[in-house]
């Protein structure tokens, strides 16, 4: 990865106050090539910042053995670059059922990200 792509990342999230040092960072990952991106992207942050990360996968079981392949992918990238990881399984058919999808869906992903189960495996002082 280029350089100057890790010090553009780095400005930004010290102009936008996105990350500071000692912070515990949580990365929503879906394991397509953006949050793999951006995990990387983070996990290069890490000695230079002192972060501890922690990556988080929401499988929403609605494409069967697929979503299954993505949630396996991405704890398999992790295991492989040291990462911690999180997963969440919530069963989002039946939310399409009693509401439309994606309305109904959206305000709960902010939920399971700040999850009272997450905060316990990330020890997050209260």
Same mark, same amino acid.
């Given at each position: 990865?280029?350089? $100057?792509?890790?010090?553009?990342?780095?400005?930004?999230?010290?102009?936008? %106050?996105?990350?500071?040092?000692?912070?515990?960072?949580?990365?929503?990952?879906?394991?397509?090539?953006?949050?793999?991106?951006?995990?990387?992207?983070?996990?290069?942050?890490?000695?230079?910042?002192?972060?501890?990360?922690?990556?988080?996968?929401?499988?929403?079981?609605?494409?069967?053995?697929?979503?299954?392949?993505?949630?396996?992918?991405?704890? %398999?990238?992790?295991?492989?670059?040291?990462? &911690?990881?999180?997963?969440?399984?919530?069963?989002?058919? $039946?939310?399409?059922?009693?509401? /439309?999808? &994606?309305? /109904?869906?959206?305000?709960? /992903?902010?939920?399971?990200?700040?999850?009272? /189960?997450? %905060?316990?495996?990330?020890?997050?002082?209260?």
């Amino acid at each position: 990865m280029p350089d $100057n792509i890790l010090l553009k990342f780095k400005q930004f999230c010290r102009s936008e %106050e996105l990350i500071e040092r000692n912070d515990k960072v949580v990365v929503a990952f879906s394991g397509g090539a953006d949050s793999v991106f951006l995990l990387i992207l983070v996990q290069k942050l890490q000695t230079q910042l002192s972060l501890e990360l922690t990556a988080v996968h929401i499988n929403h079981n609605l494409r069967g053995e697929e979503s299954e392949n993505d949630e396996k992918f991405c704890r %398999e990238f992790c295991i492989g670059h040291g990462i &911690p990881f999180f997963s969440e399984s919530v069963d989002v058919k $039946n939310f399409r059922l009693k509401k /439309r999808y &994606p309305s /109904r869906w959206q305000p709960e /992903r902010p939920g399971i990200l700040s999850s009272k /189960r997450l %905060e316990r495996s990330l020890d997050i002082p209260k």
